[in-house]
């Protein structure tokens, strides 16, 4: 048994997500028990100025050096918290935050940028920690994403079930896990990066309450209006959802800019706010459809999502819906709390896995996945240095 802190803050930069988990076994063998989940949201100033560096404003390098230390700040804040009444974890994982992904192009590698240097979490916090985990994959010429689809794999397949677990964080992802019993199981793992989770529908709702809302709670919002199927007939021939997979994506192609040409494409349409948010959260569902009609081998028994997206019963309802009439079979959607899985922590548990595997040499991508050369570990070590200065109280 290991215990293992895992570290993520999204795409949506709510904050940071904290899970403890015990961890055993391996792989075929891999179990995790969930002692204590936390988001901690971060402070609004240091909240904006994320967003607003993903939103590419200029910053000097002086200021990009303080950001990445204040991240890990109040990462490893988050990390001393969620431990609070249990014993000290003796490894953390943390993804950090990303601020800039590019998928790899024909002649160049990619790049994904993590702020919230995994040295100082592991100075503040006293714990070794794992940190970076996406260049290893990105240096063999994958995406460096998905990379939860490995863990989904280990954790979340069933023995005779075809399932997808579908993250609707602020961009979506899903991984497609056959049968274990089937033939070549892990080979026939497949995923990617679906497009649009909530990003789009936090900005719609951010803008129609000048900024005092940042999310429909439930959907109830979006379920007062009507998809305007045209326009979402005319999002779907964008390049990204006809793209087979490996495929990746961010805020980079799914923020500001994009949510302004949708507010620009509506002009033509005489729709309500509430119509608006309803058809974008139509482009939300259909272009998980779509690529699951495009992409999968077969579809699912079963979809299992999870994510901030999850506890969007108009979205979960939408995505129901929708795979029944595309499919002309009734494909429950569940959310992976029903099998077992926090929905809301799954991602912070993946990192703590990821850290646990690259501390015994176990490869943490799948390569049909990211699409990378070969199978590596993940992550960078930074062992605590005893006699470094350093506390929590003093940054
Ligand atoms: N109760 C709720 N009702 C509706 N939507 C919700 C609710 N709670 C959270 N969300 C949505 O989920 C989003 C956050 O989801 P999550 O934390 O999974 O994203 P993330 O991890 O930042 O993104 P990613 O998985 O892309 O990295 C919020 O911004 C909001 O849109
Ligand atoms: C670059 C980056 O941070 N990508 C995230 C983001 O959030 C959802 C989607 O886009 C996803 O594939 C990926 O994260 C998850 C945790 C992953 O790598 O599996």
Redesign the pocket.
Known sequence: MTRVIGL???????GI?AALVEISGTELDLKIELLAGE?YPYPPALREKILAVCANSAISMAELGELDDTIAQVFAQAAQRVQTNHPKAELIGSHGQ?VYHRPPQQNSLGYSLQLGRGEVIAQLTGINTISNFRVADIACGGQGAPLVSRIDAFLLSHPTEHRCIQ???????VTYLPPRSQENWLQSVCGWDTGP???L??LAVQYFTDGSK??????EWAATGTPCLPLIKKWLKQPFFQEPPPKSTGRELFGVDYFQQCLADIKEYELSSGDFLATLTELTVASIVQSYNNFLPKMPDRVLI????S???Y?KKRLETNLNQNSGIKIPVLTTDEVGMSA?YK?AIAFAVLAYWRNQGIPGNLTQVTGAQKEVTLGNIHLVTNGLRVSIESC
């Open positions: 993520i803050s999204g795409t949506s930069v709510d997500d988001t990303t993250n609707i964080g602020g961009i979506g992802n989770g909530n990003s529908l936090d940042s999310y429909d709670k439930k959907g999870c994510g901030g997206g506890r969007n019963l979205l809301d991602e």
